[in-house]
């Protein structure tokens, strides 16, 4: 059972290349989110997903684009990157949500630098 | 918006003895969960213990267990005997209704053999 697999597992871009941060979860799980950390710091959501088609905006949406159209799928789009956007990515899942409290199987996350 | 507070960047503790982690949180929810997620350096996020709100009882988990303090929104976590394994970051978290899980900025745990 390979969970919620991301890649790459690192990347590095220059400042305005575009890339796609892929995910991919075996779980058949409805819900999907991504999350950055900042060095020190602890994840801070970009954006999420309650099921195929939908997308919702997160607390550091700026920068980034996400498209959700199978179930298994949530990739990440970085449009002109900036050094700001150096940070690790880490995609989550869960099947329900967080109305029951459920916990979020995640990624082993994406090291990205931009230089 | 709901935010989680963790006021010891750095904690650190002998093999074998005991620590306690604070967190600390803002809702106006009366239903919630809350969450102590561990952060090796392999970067693996693990869920090493879950408290639901509406439960008196505290959460244990082996040598994990936690003290829930709904009137002071307070949810720290202990750790007893601790072992060189226990080393790593640790985040509180906060998830309620439609919102997503909310983080602290982490504790980083130095266990000294």
């Known amino acids: 059972n390979a969970g919620v697999t991301q890649t790459p597992k690192f990347r590095i871009l220059k400042i305005g290349q575009s890339m796609t941060l892929q995910c991919t979860q075996d779980m058949n799980h409805n819900y999907m989110y991504w999350y950055r950390q900042d060095p020190g710091m602890g994840l801070k959501l970009i954006y999420y997903s309650v099921g195929a088609g939908i997308t919702d905006k997160g607390e550091v949406p700026n920068g980034y684009n996400v498209s959700r159209s199978t179930t298994e799928d949530f990739p990440l789009r970085l449009e002109l990157a900036a050094p700001s956007q150096t940070s690790v990515y880490f995609c989550?899942?869960?099947?329900?949500?967080?109305?029951?409290?459920?916990?979020?199987?995640f990624g082993s996350g994406t090291q990205l630098s931009v230089l | 918006a709901q935010t989680v507070t963790q006021s010891q960047p750095e904690m650190s503790v002998q093999e074998a003895e005991t620590v306690t982690l604070s967190c600390t949180y803002d809702t106006s929810e009366s239903d919630y969960y809350l969450f102590w997620y561990k952060q090796p350096p392999s970067r693996q996020m693990i869920l090493v213990i879950r408290q639901e709100a509406y439960k008196q009882q505290n959460a244990t988990e082996n040598r994990f267990s936690v003290n829930f303090q709904k009137a002071a929104k307070s949810f720290s976590l202990k750790i007893s005997d601790s072992q060189l394994g226990d080393a790593a970051m640790y985040f509180c978290a906060y998830t309620s209704g439609n919102t997503p899980l909310v983080f602290g900025k982490g504790t980083r745990l130095s266990v000294i053999a």
């Open positions: 989550a899942s869960s099947y329900v949500g967080p109305r029951m409290g459920e916990k979020l199987f």
